[in-house]
């Protein structure tokens, strides 16, 4: 089957991987309708573990998550781009003081009436979107732990990269120090970040997709915000390099 490959759990294994794909079909299946592998179970008892090319199988009524579309989203980077977290260090700074730079994008700048806003309460593990003071969107998320909250403030998108690599640095991970250990690890729905990185103007720090979509509102991350990879891509569409991000 397409995207499933083999995903040791050592991430130095990974580490020599050329992507981090889904461990079986039904791995990809739950992804792809929007729920994890012990829910799928249950809708189809005794038929997840030997999936072949022609089962048919039970799964939730919702718009398919395609992962091959994840490539035709704009604005977003191609594989090539660095590393989701490793990005040229900068001081960290208030949005006023590190206006969003020119990006290679296809989307072009908002006006300030048009410009969408991401506000995430940190408390109800909540991301919503908004335009003007109408709130159009709202995906559930992993926030920060105690030893790496996420960032309160407010903030901006800076960069929009999909099918991220990812700087697997322990102490980083743990403490928030960078070493000199680390693995750079491949892309693919199964990378810690999932398909696509948001990179906001505080370093290191981004809003996410991850491996883990069961984790997703009752998990805590490094640091970043973390969804489901079915929510997004969702999300990526609906803001731009620029787009103000509270986190309260």
Same mark, same amino acid.
């Not at 593990?125 to 105690?146: C, H, Q, R």
């Not at 990812?166 to 070493?179: I, P, T």
């Given at each position: 089957m397409q995207n499933v490959g083999k995903l040791p759990a050592s991430v130095k294994e990974q580490a020599k991987l050329k992507a981090l794909l889904y461990r079986d079909p039904a791995d990809a299946i739950a992804e792809k309708f929007h729920c994890d592998i012990h829910f799928l179970e249950q809708l189809n008892p005794g038929k997840t573990k030997s999936i072949k090319p022609g089962y048919q199988l039970r799964v939730p009524n919702v718009e398919p998550f395609e992962l091959g579309a994840v490539k035709e989203l704009k604005p977003g980077s191609e594989i090539n781009a660095p590393a989701a977290n490793d990005l040229p260090d900068e001081p960290d700074k208030t949005p006023e003081e590190n206006p969003a730079p020119p990006q290679n994008l296809s989307a072009t700048p908002a006006s300030p009436t048009s410009m969408p806003s991401v506000k995430i309460d940190t408390k109800a =593990? +909540?991301?919503?979107?908004?335009?003007?003071?109408?709130?159009?969107?709202? &995906?559930?998320?992993?926030? %920060?732990?105690?030893q790496t909250a996420s960032p309160i403030g407010d903030w901006k998108v800076r960069r929009m990269s999909?099918?991220?690599?990812? *700087? &697997?640095?322990?102490? +980083?991970?743990? $403490? %928030?120090?960078?070493? %000199? $250990?680390? &693995?750079?690890?491949?892309?693919?729905? *199964?990378?810690p970040v999932g398909v696509l990185?948001?990179?906001? =103007?505080?370093?290191?720090i981004g809003? $996410? %997709?991850t491996a883990t979509p069961d984790s997703i509102g009752h998990s805590v991350s490094h640091g970043c915000i973390r969804l489901a990879n079915w929510d997004v891509v969702r999300l990526v569409e609906r803001i731009k390099v620029g787009t103000p991000v509270s986190i309260h």
């Open positions: =593990n +909540m991301l919503g979107v908004f335009e003007g003071d109408k709130l159009v969107a709202v &995906y559930p998320v992993t926030i %920060g732990s105690t999909k099918w991220p690599r990812f *700087r &697997y640095d322990e102490e +980083m991970l743990k $403490h %928030g120090q960078r070493s %000199g $250990h680390f &693995y750079m690890l491949p892309p693919g729905p *199964r990378s990185w948001i990179a906001l =103007n505080k370093k290191g809003i $996410h %997709g």
